[in-house]
Nanobody, 114 residues
Framework: QVRFVEGGGGLVQAGGSLKLSCAAS????????IAWYRQAPGQQRDFVAV???????DYADSVKGRFTVSRDNAAKTVYLHMSSLKPEDTAVYYC????????WGQGAQVTVAS
């Protein structure tokens, strides 16, 4: 059974940092690319960053230079380190494979106060 469990969200002031975690099960973690997505209120869910099993990473233009994605294959966990946070980064953050399966976790709420 596919399952994604996101953690580490919270409230932070603009310019601050947060680190999210994603525990994945039911996927071939050492092969699949695992991505982060986010959905702001009233908006569609958008791609944020991806971590490939071969070390490849890619980011949405809006977060390049501020967010860093990493993974621990042994722990089947992917991380998203977010720094220099802006109010427009406020959203629920989800992880999934890329392209995403139709199974989503609860997400992690990130709120950036101005």
């Amino acid at each position: 059974q596919v399952r994604f469990v996101e953690g580490g969200g919270g409230l932070v002031q603009a310019g601050g940092s947060l680190k999210l975690s994603c525990a994945a099960s039911g996927v071939t973690f050492d092969i699949d690319a695992i991505a982060w997505y986010r959905q702001a209120p009233g908006q569609q869910r958008d791609f944020v960053a991806v971590s490939g099993s071969d070390g490849y990473t890619d980011y949405a233009d809006s977060v390049k230079g501020r967010f860093t994605v990493s993974r621990d294959n042994a722990a089947k966990t992917v991380y998203l380190h977010m720094s220099s946070l802006k109010p427009e980064d406020t959203a629920v953050y989800y992880c999934n494979v890329l392209p995403p399966l139709d199974y989503w976790g609860q997400g992690a709420q990130v709120t950036v106060a101005s």
